[in-house]
């Protein structure tokens, strides 16, 4: 098995597909108000494209697929298709990130297939603030495929959320309450300067989330081995006085860009070596003829092209929703 490392050494064998451009919801970081111009669909790689290209990326030593969106389950047969990619890939790990609105519906046959973890975007615990943030979602919708997720106890959770100041920054406890319950990690994540809607002035730093964490001392239990259940681009802290543990992911003020393992592939079959970054390779050519050594190279040069750290030019071509979030 041949690995993917960059020019600095970094074995690259995790990547993540966009499934869809689409989502349900309109949040405030993410999207625009009215939306944006979805792609046609004609342009988005096939079900049977998204097998093609990982059964070269396992070849390449890739170990990891994270399946992303915009939101993955509004996807027509979404369900179907990662039983199928299960069934296909037995020794790949599998992960999906979600808005947690259709858990509920899925929760029971998603419990079926073998993933490695769930993360749920949920931002607030205020049904007002969410119904702000994402303009159109409902809270209700999310906790309730929570709890059935959690309550079948097959699946990994992660709640993710994006901490924004004077928005979310006081609901620390409360969502720590809830993923306790639900046996889910609590990750804090810095805001991060992606599309025209980030505000430098609603930015809480890591050291600031960390500074602010209520209930008094905290150890840090960050475990970077690849089998640990806190390894990852967190860094993972206990109070052990009230049985609590969380993750900061500092993508901004302190960026793990030299451990960063990942590469991103759209909706549209392009690789992005970097979130941050608007270079990419079309790989959807190579993967539409199924040419393997074509893809193989195109891959190779997305690797190539990965930098040492991130760097954000221009944000305007920056859509989460489009990228993978």
Not at 29 to 52: A, Q, S, V
Not at 83 to 109: C, R, V, Y
């Amino acid at each position: 098995m041949v690995s993917l490392i960059d020019r600095y050494g970094r074995i690259l064998n995790y990547v993540r597909i966009s499934i869809t451009d689409r989502c349900n919801y309109r949040c405030r970081y993410c999207m625009p108000e009215n939306g944006i111009t979805w792609f046609p669909h004609e342009k988005m790689l096939r079900y049977e494209d998204i097998f093609f290209l990982v059964s070269v990326l396992q070849e390449m030593g890739v170990t990891k697929i994270r399946f992303t969106g915009g939101e993955p389950f509004v996807r027509k047969g979404f369900i179907s298709f990662l039983k199928d990619f299960q069934s296909s890939f037995p020794e790949i790990e599998i992960a999906l990130t979600t808005n947690g609105s259709f858990l509920s519906s899925f929760a029971e046959e998603l419990s079926d297939i073998r993933l490695s973890g769930l993360n749920i975007s949920l931002d607030t615990l205020d049904p007002a603030k969410f119904k702000h943030i994402t303009r159109v979602g409902r809270l209700e919708d999310v906790l309730e495929g929570i709890k059935i997720v959690a309550s079948l106890k097959k699946t990994p959770l992660k709640i993710n959320t994006v901490l924004i100041r004077n928005f979310n920054d006081d609901e620390i406890i409360p969502l720590l309450e809830l993923a306790t319950e639900n046996g889910a990690m609590l990750r804090l994540i810095e805001f991060m300067p992606l599309d025209d809607v980030w505000d430098k002035d609603s930015f809480i730093s890591s050291d600031e989330i960390f500074q602010s964490l209520p209930l008094g001392k905290w150890k840090d239990i960050t475990d970077n081995s690849p089998t640990s259940c806190v390894s990852g681009p967190a860094k993972y802290y206990r109070n052990f006085k009230w049985g609590y543990t969380l993750g900061i992911i500092a993508a901004v003020s302190h960026h793990f860009c030299d451990s960063c393992n990942r590469l991103r592939v759209t909706v549209l079959g392009e690789m992005k070596p970097c979130l941050f970054s608007n270079e990419f390779v079309e790989l959807a050519p190579a993967i539409r003829i199924k040419d393997k050594d074509c893809l193989k190279e195109l891959i190779l040069k997305a690797v190539s092209m990965k930098p040492s750290g991130w760097k954000i030019i221009d944000r305007s071509g920056c859509r989460m929703s489009r990228i993978g979030g």
